[in-house]
């Protein structure tokens, strides 16, 4: 019997937190792999769970009848529950702002001319770019996910979406059924 979502986390989180310690690439890429198939599932279970009330929106939808504020919320979770749930719990964006500020600031330091003839300055600046493009990756997924949200109540005005945005949640609905 396949282990459940509740063990492969705790299995996950444990093995994580004994080789995070190491700070051994090696092992910790070898330890972090289950990750991804524990988003997978957590993402079927999730569909899975949600199937059956959400194929039965469709037709409403296509027909432009009105829909209940549970069932508004129901595809809210379906289309953007991720996103959503993304930007609620994330903590670090100040920190990542802040951190990108602190090294633009250090990177000016290095913009006079002749940086490039001392290979440790531009070792230095090669370390800070590295580190400023995955603190730029982090804020840019928040805002990815922000404005993915952002645009879904926009779209369904409220609570109360026209025709053609129903229509519109309808096919991607049924997209993400497919």
Do not use: H
């Not at 993304?86 to 090294?103: F, G, H, M, Q, S």
């Amino acid at each position: 019997m396949a282990n459940t979502i509740s063990e492969n986390l705790q299995t996950l989180t444990q093995k994580l937190d004994e080789t995070i310690k190491s700070f051994d690439a090696s092992t910790l890429e070898l330890e972090s792999r289950p990750i991804d198939e524990l988003l997978f599932d957590i993402k079927q279970t999730f569909e899975e769970k949600l199937r059956y009330p959400i194929e039965g929106l469709v037709d409403k939808l296509k027909t432009d009848q009105p829909l209940t504020t549970d069932e508004i919320q129901l595809i809210e979770k379906w289309v953007i529950g991720d996103a959503e749930f993304y930007t609620r719990i994330e903590n670090n964006l100040i920190d990542w702002v802040a951190e990108c500020k602190r090294l633009f600031g250090v990177l000016k330091q290095y913009s006079f001319d002749g940086v490039e003839n001392d290979e440790n300055q531009l070792l230095a600046i090669g370390a800070l770019l590295t580190d400023l493009k995955f603190t730029l990756s982090d804020i840019i997924r928040y805002s990815k996910s922000m404005n993915t949200v952002d645009k879904f109540k926009q779209m369904t005005q409220g609570g109360t979406p026209n025709a053609e945005t129903k229509l519109l949640l309808a096919q991607m609905i049924e997209n993400k059924l497919e």
